[in-house]
């Protein structure tokens, strides 16, 4: 799926933003050297889908379970004495990638979430995926805690969770929707200057603004323009009015009001949840996630082996942990190493 228009589903929550074009990934069906043919795809999804089935049987076996109440590092005990009692986590990439089927989490993930919320520890969601999906896929998953809020669409939203009925944050959406209102009656004028220079300029082979009342700007830039391109953008970018959804893609990327961010919702969950920022753990995994690891925000950082270099770096800065495992499983890695102490 290419083009601005998937690009901008993405960020209004209607899909999954890591399997974007702009961001250079098709979950589990792109590798780094070029696309899969269509035999090796769906062979690997037959793979995959087969090796669901065997671990599930596994993983609900009573010798299994019982070994597993014996050893693993993130038991009740152990998790009493967790120094964070909050946890916010990205989806794509983080907690979804690398299994089949793509829209559940790994069953061990969906237990590792439920003993959190044995122990007292409170979780909650971060991502542009759209909060009635998060719900659906974290049902489908098995898991039966619910989470202190569901926050989408990159913190444009925000519901909180009971059973399967979902009840708006309303002061926190009206909110974006006055920052919205601002945004369009103090800049409105100047990006739409913006787009049509870079039209008569023949800058952009596709371009968007305001496509679903979000004020994201997505592009595709034209062969051989990307540095004329981002000229005329810097300004919006310079001045803190938005910033790059990808940073560093030059050819085809989304610039957000600065004010849609997943900072933002890290704070209002905190807020619902009464935790401090020294008793929250984030994890995340792109540069869509930077806005969460703000040491102001979360004194525990960890992200998966997949993560970005730029978020690897943050991490590691901030005496967080950069697991050695891919995806769920590496955030459950991490998780257990911050409780080792």
């Known amino acids: 799926m290419e083009g601005v228009e998937s690009d901008l589903l993405a960020i209004a929550g ?39 089935f065997q671990r599930k049987q596994l993983f609900n076996s009573k010798p299994l379970q019982s070994l597993k109440n014996q050893t693993l590092l993130y038991k009740k005990a152990m998790l009493e004495k967790s120094p964070f009692k909050l946890f ?10 690398g299994h089949e089927p793509y829209k559940q989490f790994p069953l ?20 542009t995926w759209a909060v009635d999906k998060q719900l659906k896929l974290i049902r489908s998953s098995g898991v039966k805690s619910e989470p202190v809020l569901l926050t989408g669409s990159t913190g444009r939203t925000a519901f909180s969770v009971v059973g399967d009925e979902m009840f708006p944050i309303s002061e926190y959406i009206n909110e974006v929707a006055e920052l919205d209102c601002n945004l369009k009656r103090k800049y409105g004028k100047t990006i739409q200057s913006i787009i049509t220079e870079l039209q008569s300029q023949k800058c952009v082979e596709e371009i968007s ?40 893609n030059l050819e085809c990327n989304s610039l957000l009001p600065e004010y849609m961010n997943k900072g933002r919702a890290v704070r209002l969950i905190q807020k619902i949840a009464g935790v401090s920022p020294g008793e929250t753990l984030i994890a995340g995994d792109e540069t869509n996630d930077l806005h969460m690891f703000d040491p102001k925000l979360a004194k525990y950082m960890a992200c998966p082996a997949n993560a970005h270099d730029e978020i690897k770096k943050i991490v590691r800065s901030n005496n967080g942990i950069v697991a050695a495992k891919n995806y769920a499983f590496g955030i459950i890695e991490a998780v257990n190493e911050l409780l080792k102490g």
């Open 14 to 52: 209607d899909m999954a933003a890591d399997i974007l074009y702009i961001n250079f990934r098709k979950s589990d069906n792109f590798n780094y050297g070029g696309r899969m043919n269509q035999q090796t795809i769906q062979s690997s999804r037959s793979e995959k889908k087969e090796d669901f």
């Open 88 to 97: 916010i986590f990205d989806l794509d990439g983080t907690a979804l990638g």
């Open 108 to 127: 061990e993930f969906a237990d590792f979430l439920d003993k959190l919320d044995a122990s007292g520890i409170k979780w909650a969601t971060a991502t």
């Open 209 to 248: 603004y305001n496509r679903f009342g979000h004020h994201v700007i997505s592009f595709k830039a034209a062969y051989g323009k990307e540095k004329e391109l981002w000229q005329i953008l810097q300004p919006l970018i310079d001045e803190g009015i938005y910033y790059s959804f990808t940073p560093g």
